[in-house]
């Protein structure tokens, strides 16, 4: 594989893990939107019992502990319905890790082969050139001789 086709593949690769990076970001940003939500849900149910509690220190009928009381089922199964958000922003999390390292690791391998392959034409290189000068001090030492 010539060094420019390892540079297009570079290009390629390199496109392909930014774009892995932007969804791992993209994933963290949910989970913590998730975290974040949960901790309101909880907190606002925490509030909300305190009300209850201090509702039914002075007196609450039967009624309104009754739409007091649905309420928290309610936000309980908010609360559920947020963790389970948070369980499967969390994988997301790990899966798009995954790719993303996946991707870097691909990456490195290509990067590895344009080094090795730079060494390669670099040698090449050199060589050329040492047998150039070779060339051209044989010449001179045969004209010299010749003079």
Known sequence: MSLKQLNTLYKYEKDKEN????????AELDYQQNIQRLESVSDYRLEYMK?????????IDSITFSHFHA????????????SIAVEQAKALVAQR???WLAQRQK??????L?????KVIATLADKRE???FDEMATQQFVRRQRS
């Not at 990456?107 to 590895?112: C, Y």
């Not at 344009?114 to 730079?118: G, Q, T």
Request: charged share 35%.
């Open 130 to 132: 040492q047998k150039m």
């Open 107 to 112: 990456i490195q391998a290509v990067e590895l």
């Open 19 to 26: 774009k892995a990076a932007q969804q791992l970001q993209a």
């Open 51 to 59: 009300r209850l509690n201090q509702r039914s220190v002075k007196g």
């Open 97 to 99: 890790k995954k790719q």
């Open 114 to 118: 344009r080094d090795k392959k730079s």
């Open 71 to 82: 309420f928290i089922v309610k936000l309980d199964n908010a609360s559920e319905q947020m």
